[in-house]
């Protein structure tokens, strides 16, 4: 379970998130909607360790990890632009997280054929990011992404990038990921018919504020 | 009409290339006319001008290596940091560009004869030495690859080293892992420059490290002792010889940077 208590940011005197407070129970697909530059990706980078709340805490699974390293929250990340590590092949960014952790040789290879097929990336385990297409690229940043095995997943705008027809298809896929893996997933969209397909919780960030709009 | 205006564009571009160019050849030419195959034999044949030679090219290589090893924590600091102080540093970072060559010399000199000058001095001998010769192109290198690097690092987005520290990355694991890849022509870019201006580096090394032939020369300095004795057509020569040197060191590095 995520609890956000009383999150605040402010920067250069402006407030960006005011008295941010919810829980999202695990293994919920929370959808979080709001107008550009509300600060949905602040929040999201406050989730993950990535920036320090003014105040509030951020507490998973009972533990208040507001102080804790982006390393140690145990919190997958996938931003809106992807960010491929530049120069490693497929499977060296699907291998990046467990072999940083030293899992030993052949069980980071099961991994990371194991999710490969998972994502119907095994073809393309061999190539530089430059040679992916946009929705190989969102494939692989998650495929990324789970082989930390996180217990909360963190999409930016994970589908902004797709045409119409994948779309629907990527919306399937992480309806899936999120059921096999059981996690605990908050995505942020634009979309009025993503966040209806995908979720479970409806959030809605309103001038730095946050409301629950509906639950499945 | 919309094409011959953007050729027109285009051509008005190239010709500004090509007369910045033209002007560097005039001068070039002009120079060369000073010179002749003997005092080219000269050059070649000269035990103190080979010895400037590889002085010159071992002491640019070590103080551009030196360069690129500070430019590299210190542009990623500058570029992915904000804090107190910010704008001062950067102003500092920029004194070895700002201030005259003489000056660099003469700071290094009055540095090395204080109490913490002496003490490392005891350690590692720099004042008239060939680790002088080094330290005075360092100096002023290091700022311009420092510069190079801080560009490099912002062009390059911050998500992937922020992704990788949700992955289980330190800060340093971040850079040594994700940044540093990304930024490998940068680095090249940036040793490029370092050595560039290394190689054409006289006044600090005239003023700490002195010209002592056989021991501290360099190519500039060999320049300037030339012109002290008259010898025009020699310092011509060994003038033309950096220029070559340069262009050759300069195209072998920046092909090896585009492969890698």
Redesign the interface.
């Known amino acids: 379970m995520i609890q956000l208590d009383q999150l605040c940011w402010k920067v250069a005197g402006r407030t960006v998130l005011e008295d941010v407070t919810v829980s999202i129970p695990a293994n919920t697909y929370a959808v979080l909607m709001g107008s550009t530059g509300c600060g949905k990706t602040t929040l999201l980078e406050i989730l993950c360790g990535l920036r320090l709340p003014t105040s509030g805490r951020v507490v998973l699974d009972g533990v208040d990890v507001t102080q804790l390293e982006p390393r140690e929250r145990g919190i997958g990340y996938v931003p809106q632009d992807l960010a491929m590590f530049p120069g490693l092949r497929v499977r060296e960014q699907i291998g990046f997280a467990p072999r940083l952790r030293g899992v030993p040789q052949d069980e980071l290879n099961e991994r990371v054929n194991r999710l490969a097929e998972q994502f119907g990336i095994a073809p393309l385990l061999d190539r530089l990011p430059d040679m992916l297409s946009g929705g190989e690229k969102q494939r692989v940043a998650l495929a990324r992404a789970l082989a930390a095995q996180p217990k909360l997943l963190l999409l930016d705008e994970p589908l902004s990038a797709l045409d119409e027809s994948m779309r629907a298809e990527a919306v399937s896929l992480l309806q899936r990921v999120q059921s096999e893996h059981s996690l605990t997933v908050l995505h942020v969209t634009h979309s009025s018919s993503e966040a209806a397909a995908l979720g479970h919780l409806h959030l809605r960030m309103n001038a730095g504020r946050l409301e629950v709009e509906s639950k499945a | 009409m919309r094409w011959s205006r953007s050729n027109l564009c285009w051509l008005a571009l190239a010709l500004i290339t090509a007369g910045y160019l033209l002007f560097w050849a005039l001068l070039l030419g002009a120079t060369a006319t000073y010179s002749t195959t003997e005092s080219w034999l000269k050059v070649v044949q000269s035990g103190e001008i080979r010895h400037a030679t590889w002085l010159s090219l071992v002491t640019c290589s070590l103080a551009a290596g030196f360069a690129l090893l500070l430019a590299v924590p210190v542009g990623y600091l500058m570029s992915r940091r904000e804090f107190r102080g910010k704008s001062w540093l950067d102003a500092a970072l920029d004194i070895p560009i700002i201030l005259p060559p003489l000056v660099v010399g003469l700071c290094l000199l009055i540095f090395f004869q204080t109490p913490i000058g002496k003490v490392i001095e005891r350690g590692i001998p720099f004042t008239y030495q060939v680790s002088g010769v080094v330290l005075a192109q360092f100096v002023v290198a290091a700022a311009f690859a420092i510069r190079t690097m801080r560009g490099t690092f912002e062009h390059l987005?911050a998500?992937?080293e922020?992704?990788?520290?949700?992955?289980?990355?330190?800060r340093f694991?971040a850079l040594w892992?994700?940044a540093l890849?990304?930024a490998?022509r940068g680095m090249v870019a940036a040793f490029c420059i370092a050595w560039a201006r290394s190689l054409g580096e006289f006044g600090p090394i005239l003023v700490f490290a002195g010209a002592t032939r056989m021991k501290t020369e360099v190519l500039p300095t060999t320049v300037w002792l030339e012109l002290s004795v008259g010898n025009l057509e020699a310092a011509v020569a060994v003038s033309l010889f950096m220029v070559l040197l340069a262009v050759v060191v300069l195209v072998v590095v920046r092909a090896t940077g585009e492969k890698v």
């Open positions: 987005s998500r992937p922020d992704v990788a520290l949700t992955l289980g990355c330190t694991q892992h994700v890849p990304a490998r």
